[in-house]
DNA sequence: CTGTTAGCGCATTCAG
DNA sequence: CTGAATGCGCTAACAG
C-alpha cells in the first residue's frame, strides 16, 4: 500500500494524501473521500521514507547494557516519561555488557536513524570516544563522565565515601570489611565509588585489609561466587561491601549458603532453616542502588539511593534541547545521592 | 555523507561503491582506492535508504510490556542469542503495560520497518487481533496463545495446577490457602494459571475460600498491598500463592511488615527484627516464574520454572523461518514447566 | 486549495 | 567489470 495507490483510489494527488496525513490544506471534499479509502484499506504510511525526506524520525535510541536491572529500568522509565511527553517514541538496544555489541548498536541507530541516542552506564572506550566525537546525531551519556558528549553522572565518589563510613560503623571489633567491586574499566561504579568507599573507611580509621577485595560482574551470580571464595579464604568476614545492589544479593546468597553447608544438620524446610542461618549469621551486607525488590524481601540493607530516574529525565530533556533547538553548549549534570540505611 | 559523494572522491561511480559494500563486481583498483576514501572519510552508508530499496533490515523488532522483569529478560535472552547468530540486530520496545502503546510500537515497528516483530506476553485485545491479521511484517507471540498468529506459549493451566496441589499440602489445618492472582483479560497468567491453582487444589481436596483471592498489577508493590490487605481482613491464612515471583515478593514484604505491625516492641537492627519475624511467621508464600534474585536471598519459595529462554529461542527460529525461508504453515508451540519446591 | 515535479540515499537493472 | 538511469515511498516547492 503506497500513497499512490491511495491517491488513485481517492481520485487526488498524491500531495493531497500526504497533506491530508500531515495536517496541511485539503478541502473538505477531498479530506472524506481520502479518509475513506484510507479507512477502508487500513493504509498506513511509511515511517521509513517519511524519515528519508524529512530526517526526523521523531525516535530516540536507547543502549542500555542489560535489561534485567532495576537501576537501569528506572532511567529508562525517566527517559521514556519524558519523551512520550513530547511525543517522541523510544527504542532500546541491549547490549548485554559487550562493548562490540554496544559500537555495533550506536552505528546501527546512527544509520537507522534515530533522532538522538542515549548511551547509559558502561565502560567507554577508545571506539566509544570515537563514535562521539563523530556520531552524525546527537547523543547523550548516562551515568558516565565524558567530555565527548552530553553526559549525566551521579556522585559515585561521595556515595563510596559515604558507605566506607558506614561499613567502619559495622564492622565488628576484631573483624574486617571486605569489598567486592567491579572492573576499573567502569569508571562510575569501578573506580569513583570504590575509590570513595576507601577514603570513606579511611576518614573514619579503617580500611580495606589485604586480601578482603573481590571483583564481580554486574550480575548476582558472579557476587555469589565472590562472596564465597571471601568466606571460605579470609576468616573474620564482618561486613561485605557490594558495589552493586545486585552483586549484594548474590553475597546474602552466599552467605546463607556458607552457614548451611557449615551447619549440614540443620534441615527442614527453608523456613526454618534460614531462621537458624541469619540467628547465628553476624556478617553484614551493604550496597549500592537500593533496589527495591531486595529491600522487599529482606527487610532492606544500607545503600544508596541515586537518582537513575531523574537522570534518565534530564537526559531526555538534555537530548531534545539539542534536536530542537540545536542547543550547541556541551552540558556535564552530576547528581547527587542518598545514603539509605 | 552519501554514496554519491563517495563516488566522486574515488573517481568512480556511485553504483561501484555500491557494489563495494555489498560485495559485488569491482576491480581491485578500484576496490582500493574506495577503501581509501571510506576509511578516510568514516561513511557509514544509510540504513534507512539501503532498506527502502531492499525492503530488507536484518532487523526484528521485540515488544515488551516492560524492561524490569527476570522472565522477560529472560525470553529476550533467548532472542538475541539466535537473531545474532544470524546476522540480526534486535530493537526493543516497552510499553509499560499499555495496551495503547503496544499498539503504537508495533505500527512504529511495522513501517520504520524490520523484519519481523516478537510480541511479548501480555493481553490480547481486539486492536492486537486486528493489528496480528494485518501486519505486513510476520510476527510471532511468545508467552500467550493465539490464533491469529504462529505462538509459544507455556503450559500455565498445567503449572497452575501442580502448584495448586503444592499448596494444598502446604497448608495448615484450620488454615487458608489465598491466592493473589493478575487480571483475567491476560488470559496465560491471569486464566489458565488460576484456573489450574483452583483445579488443582480441588483434587488435592482444598478450595479458594471466599475472600481468600486478591487481584494485583504485575508488580512487588501492588503485590504488596494485596497480601497486607488479606492479611488485615482474613485470619488464619495459611500459605499465599501468588501468580507471578515478583508478587510473591511483594507478599513476603507485607508479611514481613505485617509482623513487624504486630511485634512493635522489638527493635534493633532489621536482621534481628528479620529473625523475629521469620521464627514466628508461619505464612507459606509460594510462586511462579522461579525467580533467581528471589531465591537468592530467601533461599527459595515454592515456585514453577518455566523455559523462559526457551521460548524466546524458539520465537526467534520461527520468526526467521518466515522472514527467510517464507515458512507459511502456522505454527502454536506449547512449552512445559517444571515445579520448583 | 491543488497537482506536478524534484529529489532524500541507495541498489539494481541494463547497456556498454 | 562499469556507469548511467530508474525508482523505493514520501514530502516540499512551486506554479496553477
Redesign the pocket.
Known amino acids: 500500500m503506497?500513497?499512490?495507490e491511495?491517491a488513485q483510489m481517492a481520485?487526488?494527488?498524491?500531495?493531497?494524501?500526504?497533506?491530508y496525513?500531515?495536517g496541511?490544506?485539503?478541502?473538505?471534499?477531498?479530506k472524506e473521500q481520502i479518509k475513506k479509502v484510507i479507512d477502508a484499506t487500513g493504509y498506513q504510511?511509511?515511517a521509513q521514507?517519511?524519515m528519508?525526506?524529512?530526517k526526523r524520525a521523531c525516535l530516540v535510541g536507547v543502549v542500555v547494557p542489560k535489561i534485567n536491572s532495576e537501576s537501569i529500568s528506572r532511567v529508562t522509565a525517566g527517559i521514556e516519561q519524558v519523551l512520550s511527553s513530547r511525543g517522541y517514541q523510544m527504542l532500546l538496544a541491549s547490549t548485554d555488557n559487550d562493548p562490540h555489541k554496544e559500537i555495533s548498536y550506536l552505528k546501527l541507530f546512527e544509520s537507522y536513524p534515530v533522532d538522538g541516542i542515549i548511551l547509559t552506564g558502561t565502560v567507554i572506550t577508545g571506539e566509544h570516544r570515537k563514535f562521539l566525537k563523530e556520531s552524525k546525531v546527537p547523543v547523550v551519556v548516562v551515568g558516565q563522565y565524558t567530555k565527548y558528549a552530553n553526559c549525566i553522572y551521579h556522585d559515585d565518589y561521595g556515595a563510596g565515601k559515604a558507605m566506607g563510613k558506614v561499613a567502619a560503623a559495622l564492622v565488628k571489633e576484631d573483624g574486617h570489611v571486605a569489598y567486592i567491586g567491579v572492573t576499573r574499566d567502569d569508571k562510575a561504579v569501578g573506580v569513583a565509588r570504590e575509590d570513595g568507599f576507601r577514603a570513606g573507611l579511611k576518614s573514619a580509621g579503617a580500611e580495606l585489609a589485604e586480601g578482603y577485595v573481590r571483583k564481580s560482574e554486574f550480575t548476582m551470580d558472579s557476587g555469589y561466587r565472590a562472596a564465597l571464595d571471601l568466606l571460605e579464604k579470609e576468616r573474620d568476614v564482618s561486613v561485605i561491601s557490594c558495589a552493586t545492589d545486585t552483586i549484594a544479593a548474590g553475597a546474602i546468597e552466599a552467605i546463607l549458603a556458607y552457614r548451611k553447608a557449615q551447619i549440614p544438620s540443620v534441615s527442614g524446610n527453608s523456613g526454618t532453616r534460614m531462621q537458624y542461618i541469619l540467628e547465628n549469621s553476624d556478617i553484614r551486607v551493604t550496597g549500592f542502588g537500593d533496589n527495591q525488590f531486595l529491600k522487599a524481601v529482606t527487610g532492606g540493607i544500607p545503600t544508596v539511593h541515586f537518582g537513575y530516574k531523574t537522570s534518565g529525565i534530564r537526559g531526555a530533556e538534555l537530548l531534545l534541547d539539542v534536536i530542537e533547538r540545536g542547543e550547541q553548549i556541551p552540558i556535564e549534570m552530576k547528581l547527587g545521592f542518598q545514603l539509605v540505611e
Open positions: 503506497t500513497i499512490k491511495i481520485g487526488v494527488s498524491s500531495a493531497a494524501v500526504s497533506r496525513l500531515n496541511g490544506y485539503v478541502s473538505d471534499e477531498k504510511p511509511s521514507a517519511r528519508l525526506r524529512t
